[in-house]
């Protein structure tokens, strides 16, 4: 019977590792789909980006009720799972509490972890109560109708059992160590500073009944974990793992700062060098297929490792003054739909044998209009506001490229203003010879 346990164990671990695996091979195949860009400046300050915002939460506690209750969450969640690696050795090796020999070192751990358990259940628990009973503007926003709110409740849903599971886990191989050397003894072994008020609801049962309950705990904390580490691709909580390669790979250029077109800024130089042999041939690689962005394949893989990045927590949005005013934008909403595609791209070369077959569909139009586009004001509130160095802004430029450049599809106002500059040398509808009569008032 123990072999057969030890069996199982080892092929559940095996099968929610491979699976996790395997998801992470295709969720960085997808993001290389993106086009290349050159994140390997200045790695001191990438370093440190990593360190304070990704790991430090440094911009999470802006907003303090949440910013703390996360940490707690993110820290305890963390800590606990450490727990992971003496659960794995116990299952492979059919031992119990295997690092009990580290005596009162191992006292202090569980003793942590137990009361982490109990923060990490009040702060979800708070969590689910601003989201389903308060409902919080940001979290209420038609953005997260259907599958986005139902996500944000199973993680809260798993969090809770998971904890509420290493609790009871706890409280019943506690119940067994307080029993006589029989059947069901376990050594005494940790601390239990939460448990302990978990355990009298054992009283009264049977040795082997407890025993079951304590393994069936057991298999389930276990069981649940692998669940979890392999619903975090599906899940808006991937950030647990991208958070940290998104902030070591952001933008450090000030905010407001555009990359320009290579092709454009040569087109320009030619233009203003007098020696210059406009009918000379371009090189083959000077003119690219594509001005700007219109699928997920036209934006840069750091761009697409924001859409996987994404917590859709709603901060950018609820700081759009687009937003505030009304308007159709939603940068919460541009990251979530660019992952969406993204996904649905991946799905089609998984179909495809590793081919990306033409499918008539678009992130332009298909899923991110031009009304929203052009509804923001680049003023980068959203790339402030994110708690992982997000840029949805750096996505909406790219579009608006594709359709200024591609489609001749600015706004009549833009349009306006770019045909007053080609004629008349400034954004105004007047003569050139009348530009320079302020001077004389």
Known sequence: MAILSTLFFALILIIGFGYFAMNVKKLIRNIKLGKDVDRSDNSTERWRNMIMIALGQSKMIKRPIAGILHIIV???????????????????????????????????????????????????????????????????????????????????????????????????????????????????????????????????????????????FWWLHIIGILIFLNYLYFSKHLHILLAFPNTYFADLNAKGKFDNLESVTNEVKLMMDPNADPYAAAPADAVPSKFGASDVHDLNWVQLLNAYTCTECGRCTSACPANQTGKKLSPRKIMMDTRDRLEEVGRNIDKNKGVFVPDNVSLLNDYISAEELWACTSCNACVEECPVNISPLSIIIDMRRYLVMEQSAAPMSLNAMMTNIENNGAPWQYNQMDRLNWKNE
């Open 74 to 216: 993110y820290i305890g969640f963390v800590i606990i799972n450490i727990e992971l690696l003496e659960i794995i050795i116990d299952g492979l090796f059919g031992t119990h509490r295997v690092f009990s020999f580290m005596g009162g070192l191992y006292d202090v751990l569980i003793g942590s972890f137990e009361i982490l358990a109990l923060l990490v259940l009040i702060a979800v628990v708070v969590f689910w109560i601003r989201r389903n009973v308060v409902k919080l503007n940001r979290f209420a926003s038609k953005d997260l109708n259907g599958k986005p709110r139902s996500d944000a409740n199973y993680i809260l849903y798993f969090e809770m059992v998971l904890m509420s599971l290493f609790l009871l886990m706890n409280a019943a191989d506690l119940h067994l160590q307080s029993l006589p050397e029989v059947f069901g003894h376990y050594d005494k072994a940790g601390s239990f500073p939460v448990s302990q008020f978990l355990a009298p609801l054992f009283d009264g049962m049977s040795n082997e009944a407890v025993h079951m309950l304590e393994r069936t």
